[in-house]
């Protein structure tokens, strides 16, 4: 069952500014986890927020969670046009499993 | 690029065939994944594998059967698949996949399966 769910779908910004991406989940977290994926690519983990903690920065990434919203928020600051990818959230389930569970994704593009 | 290989990187494949897609992770990783991603929906876990025993086994077809012979090597074996079951298959490794929702998953670049 889907756990994470990104917002919006796809964002399109200007080079240099900042983009923001949102993570609703159902239940209960550990921890909760960003990841990026190139076109048709693999994703690459970006930064793990833990269920005690408020906000992690990453060099031009900021994520904060917000346990009693089950929301989460991915920042990336002065962006690129490198930066164009699709973001995904990937949670746990709570209750115990291990089992990681993926939204279905931002589809951030930034243009030059 | 981050030490999780498969081949092949894409792949034709009418129904009536069978084929086999390749992961191999060079990280010294104990756990590894396979992921099928469809167009328009989440990320779907299929199997999990931890130290060679299968752990998850998240619903699937069986015209789907994986292989672990080795932590460093999964094997997807492909048997009368629908054209429902296009997608990119993705493989991923962690150190230890009893504790997905913390450990760090690295991705292959996945396989693109178009059936006929």
């Known amino acids: 069952s889907q756990q994470g769910e990104e917002d919006p779908q796809a964002l399109s910004i200007q080079e240099g500014e900042n983009a923001t991406m949102n993570c609703s989940y159902k239940?209960?977290?550990?921890?909760l986890q960003w990841y990026r994926q190139n076109s048709g690519r693999g994703l690459v983990h970006l930064i793990l927020i833990r269920s005690n903690e408020r906000e992690k920065h990453s060099g031009r990434l900021r994520v904060t969670l917000d346990t009693s919203k089950k929301s989460s928020s991915l920042l990336i600051t002065a962006s690129r046009a490198a930066d164009t990818a699709s973001y995904f959230c990937?949670?746990?389930?709570?209750?115990?499993?291990?089992?990681?569970?993926f939204g279905k994704g931002t589809k951030l593009t930034v243009n030059p | 690029e981050t030490g999780v290989t498969q081949t092949p990187r894409h792949l034709v494949m009418g129904m009536t065939n069978k084929k086999s897609l390749k992961c191999e992770q060079h990280?010294?990783?104990?756990?590894m994944y396979w992921y099928k991603q469809s167009a328009k929906k989440p990320l779907e876990l299929m199997f999990v594998?931890?130290?060679?025993?299968?752990?998850e086994n998240n619903s699937v077809p069986s015209r789907f059967s994986p292989e672990c012979p080795n932590s460093s090597h999964l094997f997807l074996h492909l048997h009368t698949l629908q054209p429902e079951d296009s997608a990119l298959y993705l493989c991923?490794?962690?150190?230890?996949?009893?504790?997905?929702?913390?450990?760090?998953?690295?991705f292959g670049p996945g396989t693109r399966l178009t059936v006929l």
């Open positions: 990937a949670t746990d389930q709570g209750g115990g499993s291990e089992k990681l569970v």
């Open positions: 991923a490794s962690s150190q230890d996949g009893t504790r997905s929702s913390t450990d760090t998953q690295y």
């Open positions: 990280l010294g990783h104990n756990a």
């Open positions: 594998y931890n130290f060679k025993e299968q752990t």
């Open positions: 239940t209960s977290i550990n921890n």
